[in-house]
């Protein structure tokens, strides 16, 4: 049987799909609406920069999700 690798990229038109789509990726089980609507404007704000200030960040675009979520996943 092949195994396929899908790897998921950030589209600033649906934050709200690449979050739910991230955390059924990692299996977190959780998606309360406070937590989430914060964190959905912090992907916004990341995703508006320019992809030489996320780097500053030390982080791409596809890495957003993550480091939005690093306190509770590092």
């Known amino acids: 049987m092949a195994r396929h690798d ?3 990229q950030f589209s600033p ?3 709200a799909r690449l979050l739910d789509s991230y955390l ?3 299996g977190m089980g ?3 609406y406070p ?3 914060r964190r959905l404007q912090d992907i916004a704000t990341l995703d508006a ?3 030489a200030q996320l780097a500053e960040y030390g982080i791409s675009r596809v890495d957003i999700p993550a480091f939005v979520y ?3 996943l590092g």
């Open 49 to 51: 920069l320019s992809d």
């Open 70 to 72: 690093r306190d509770l």
């Open 6 to 8: 899908f790897s998921m």
């Open 24 to 26: 059924a990726e990692i």
């Open 13 to 15: 038109r649906n934050p």
């Open 35 to 37: 937590d989430r609507q």
């Open 30 to 32: 959780f998606n309360s």
